[in-house]
C-alpha cells in the first residue's frame, strides 16, 4: 500500500520531496515577529542627523579644510553608514536579523523585478529631472552632493569611490532605513502595503532634507518603493534604487575627474 507523503513545509524548496530539509526562503517581514517599531526608525534617523551635524561642526566647509578628502568622505559617506549600521543592529537585537526581518537576502526574481522596475525609474527621473531644472534653474538645481563637489577635481582613487558610493551603497542604507525600518514598523501594526509605500515614499523624500528638491526626490521614491511594495522584500528596491543612482553617480565621477566641465 502507498504511504501518503506529507505536504511540503511552508518555505521549504521544490526540490526536497516535501521532506523538510532543504533550506528554507525566508518569508517577508510582514509574517515574522519582530520587536522593534517607529521608535527603531525615530532612533536610526537621528543618529544620522546627529552624525552630519557633528561632523559639519567638526570640519566646516570641507573646500577650507586642511584635510579636504578625509572631510569630503566623512561628510558624505559617514552619517549613511553609521544609520544603517544602527539599523542593522537593532534587527539582530530586537528582531531576526536584516534578512528575515527585511527579506535582504538574494533571489534572483526580485533582483530581475528590482532591475526591471529600476529602469522604468531611471526615465521617469530623467524626464523629471530635466523638468525641474528648468522650473528652478541650473544654478539652483544641485544636490547636496553636487554641491560639495562643485569645481573641485578629484583624485581617480577618492572620485571612483564616491562614485561606488553613491550608485551601490547609499542605496543599500537608505533603503535600509526607508524600505527596511521605517516599512517593517508600519507592517508590524499591520497597515496595508499602500499605506507603507505612500508614507515611506514621503518621508524619503523629507528626509533627505533638502527642501528644493523634494517633489523630485518624491518622484524618485516612486518605482523604488513599487519594487518594494511588489514583492515584499527589500533586494528589489535596493537594485531598483543603484539602477537610478547609476546615471547621477556617473556624472559626479566624470565632473570630480574634469572629464566634463561642471554646469
Same mark, same amino acid.
Given at each position: 500500500?502507498? =504511504?501518503?507523503?506529507?505536504?511540503? *513545509?511552508?518555505?521549504?524548496?521544490?526540490?526536497?520531496? #516535501?521532506?523538510?530539509? *532543504? +533550506?528554507?526562503?525566508?518569508?517577508?517581514?510582514?509574517?515574522?515577529?519582530?520587536?522593534?517599531?517607529? #521608535?527603531?526608525?525615530?532612533?536610526?534617523?537621528?543618529?544620522?542627523?546627529?552624525?552630519?551635524? +557633528?561632523?559639519?561642526?567638526?570640519?566646516?566647509?570641507?573646500?577650507?579644510?586642511?584635510?579636504? @578628502?578625509? *572631510?569630503?568622505?566623512?561628510?558624505?559617506?559617514?552619517?549613511?553608514?553609521?544609520?544603517?549600521?544602527?539599523?542593522?543592529?537593532?534587527?539582530?537585537?530586537?528582531?531576526? #536579523?536584516?534578512?528575515?526581518?527585511?527579506?535582504?537576502?538574494?533571489?534572483?526574481?526580485?533582483?530581475?523585478?528590482?532591475?526591471?522596475?529600476?529602469?522604468? !525609474?531611471?526615465?521617469?527621473? +530623467?524626464?523629471?529631472?530635466?523638468?525641474?531644472?528648468?522650473?528652478?534653474?541650473?544654478?539652483?538645481?544641485? &544636490?547636496? =552632493?553636487?554641491?560639495?563637489?562643485?569645481?573641485?577635481?578629484?583624485?581617480? &582613487?577618492?572620485?571612483?569611490?564616491?562614485?561606488?558610493?553613491?550608485?551601490?551603497?547609499?542605496?543599500?542604507?537608505?533603503?535600509?532605513?526607508? %524600505?527596511?525600518?521605517? $516599512?517593517?514598523?508600519?507592517?508590524?501594526?499591520?497597515?496595508?502595503?499602500?499605506? *507603507?509605500?505612500?508614507? @515611506?515614499?514621503?518621508?524619503?523624500?523629507?528626509?533627505?532634507?533638502?527642501?528644493?528638491? +523634494? $517633489?523630485?526626490?518624491?518622484?524618485?521614491?516612486?518605482?523604488?518603493?513599487?519594487?518594494?511594495? %511588489?514583492? !515584499?522584500?527589500?533586494?528589489?528596491?535596493?537594485?531598483?534604487?543603484?539602477?537610478?543612482?547609476?546615471?547621477?553617480?556617473?556624472?559626479?565621477?566624470?565632473?570630480?575627474? #574634469? =572629464?566634463?566641465?561642471? &554646469?
Amino acid at each position: 500500500m502507498q =504511504v501518503p507523503q506529507p505536504e511540503p *513545509a511552508e518555505g521549504a524548496s521544490a526540490a526536497d520531496g #516535501g521532506t523538510g530539509t *532543504a +533550506t528554507k526562503i525566508p518569508t517577508p517581514s510582514a509574517e515574522r515577529d519582530h520587536r522593534w517599531g517607529f #521608535g527603531a526608525f525615530f532612533l536610526a534617523e537621528a543618529v544620522f542627523i546627529l552624525a552630519s551635524v +557633528t561632523l559639519a561642526a567638526l570640519f566646516g566647509n570641507p573646500r577650507e579644510s586642511a584635510w579636504f @578628502s578625509t *572631510a569630503l568622505v566623512c561628510m558624505l559617506m559617514l552619517p549613511t553608514l553609521v544609520s544603517a549600521a544602527v539599523a542593522v543592529v537593532i534587527t539582530l537585537v530586537r528582531g531576526n #536579523g536584516p534578512r528575515l526581518d527585511f527579506g535582504l537576502h538574494w533571489r534572483w526574481e526580485d533582483v530581475k523585478t528590482g532591475f526591471g522596475i529600476g529602469l522604468i !525609474g531611471l526615465l521617469s527621473t +530623467t524626464v523629471a529631472s530635466m523638468v525641474w531644472i528648468n522650473w528652478v534653474g541650473p544654478e539652483n538645481a544641485t &544636490s547636496t =552632493v553636487s554641491s560639495l563637489l562643485d569645481g573641485v577635481q578629484l583624485s581617480p &582613487s577618492l572620485a571612483v569611490l564616491i562614485f561606488l558610493h553613491v550608485w551601490l551603497i547609499a542605496p543599500v542604507c537608505e533603503e535600509v532605513l526607508y %524600505r527596511g525600518l521605517l $516599512w517593517g514598523a508600519m507592517e508590524r501594526l499591520r497597515w496595508s502595503r499602500i499605506s *507603507a509605500f505612500v508614507l @515611506s515614499t514621503a518621508v524619503f523624500a523629507i528626509g533627505h532634507l533638502e527642501p528644493e528638491r +523634494t $517633489w523630485l526626490l518624491l518622484i524618485i521614491a516612486i518605482p523604488i518603493g513599487v519594487a518594494r511594495m %511588489r514583492t !515584499g522584500r527589500l533586494t528589489a528596491s535596493v537594485v531598483a534604487h543603484q539602477v537610478n543612482n547609476f546615471l547621477p553617480a556617473l556624472g559626479l565621477l566624470l565632473i570630480s575627474l #574634469g =572629464v566634463v566641465p561642471a &554646469s
